[in-house]
């Protein structure tokens, strides 16, 4: 997907695509590009291909949302974040599998062109991510839960499948975030979370409309309308108030995560805006991923929910902390959309 993630654009005038050997009969059987694909694929393959890391940037659309709905928590409405998360590793795993001839061109050490995960394997985890996803919903949050995870669901298949490469894919990824935002607002009142899902369904756009410059650069204008969106989005939040009143810890809070969220983001955007390269791009867009968790902070603290945004506030240092662990192990370079 996701949700949260946000796979690269393919433009029309991509060189043709490498296509599997008909004399090889093992990469007919599996589909396989690039290298011959192992039978068992390990599991830190498993997790590169779902981008496992890059899931902290989803789990707090849910507690977002469930903090602006402002329902009285229960034990079970603990699993909506764990279907936000399946949900999001499905997509990833989803988008790899419809991306898989032009990652052996353009990405060919990712697992699926490398050999190390076949097309199938990914379609199976992909699809078994979703299931999994939409059942943890309806565990937690019964029919009112489905129905939201269904339509989700259903994003993010046509998002990876058929959307991407259109001018309507940036809608249609953006559309999965808001609605995981209100997945996690369906255990109190949801129309009480629509501002919290339009802040993070209007942050997404514009990180997508972004990642389709990834390997061809993006343009000026593009660049600097994500950068004014991100300007109004940290205002939107940090300004406005919600229908109760808020404590002055609460504001503060608000304020603090709101520009947290504007300065981990805004600079590459910035970047991308004077000199729109596709490795600014690329910047921007990981930069913009990233920028979720204090977005989602801000969103919660807004709501009261001082809580919550401590609990992201800790997703946001191990999120951290991994990404410093990547570049010890030299895996700088390793894209997370």
């Known amino acids: ?46 997790a590169e291909l779902v981008r496992a890391p890059a899931a902290l940037s989803v789990v707090g659309d849910s507690l977002a ?8 928590p229960r034990p079970r409405h603990a699993l909506l974040p764990l279907a936000s998360a399946c949900l999001y590793l499905g997509g990833m795993a989803l988008n790899d599998y419809a991306d ?26 992909g699809t078994a991510l979703t299931a999994g996803g939409v059942a943890t919903a309806g565990l937690a949050g019964g029919r009112r839960a489905l129905a939201v995870a269904v339509p989700l669901a259903a994003c993010v298949w046509t998002y990876d499948l058929v959307a991407k490469d259109r001018p309507t894919g940036p809608v249609v990824m953006a559309a999965c975030r808001g609605l995981d935002v209100l997945l996690g607002a369906t255990a109190g009142d949801v129309r009480a979370a629509l501002p919290a899902a ?47 009143a808020r404590s002055a810890a609460a504001r503060w809070t608000t304020a603090a995560a709101a520009g947290a969220y504007a ?4 600079p590459a955007q910035a970047r991308a805006t004077a000199e729109p390269t596709a490795a600014h791009a690329r910047t921007a867009t990981r930069s913009g991923i990233q920028a979720m968790v204090p977005l989602q902070a801000a969103w919660a603290a807004r709501s009261g929910g001082l809580g919550t945004t401590a609990l992201l506030a800790g997703v946001a240092a191990v999120g951290y902390g991994l990404r410093l662990l990547g570049r010890a192990r030299g895996r700088a370079g390793v894209s997370i959309t």
């Open 1 to 46: 997907m996701t949700a949260g993630s946000v796979p690269r654009f393919r433009p029309r005038f991509d060189p043709p695509l490498r296509t599997p050997s008909l004399a090889d009969p093992r990469a007919e059987h599996d589909g396989a590009v690039g290298r011959p694909a192992r039978r068992r694929p390990r599991l830190g393959d498993l």
């Open 65 to 72: 949302g469930l903090a602006a709905a402002g329902g009285p």
């Open 100 to 125: 898989r001839y032009v990652d052996a061109t353009e990405r060919p050490e990712r697992p699926i062109p490398s050999g190390r995960v076949t097309p199938r394997t990914a379609l199976t985890v």
């Open 198 to 244: 339009a802040g993070l369904t209007a942050h997404t756009l514009g990180v997508t409309a972004l990642s389709r410059g990834e390997v061809h650069g993006t343009t000026r204008p593009v660049a600097g309308a994500v950068a004014a969106g991100t300007v109004a989005g940290a205002v939107a939040v940090a300004a406005t108030r919600p229908a109760g």
């Open 263 to 266: 300065a981990s983001c805004l």
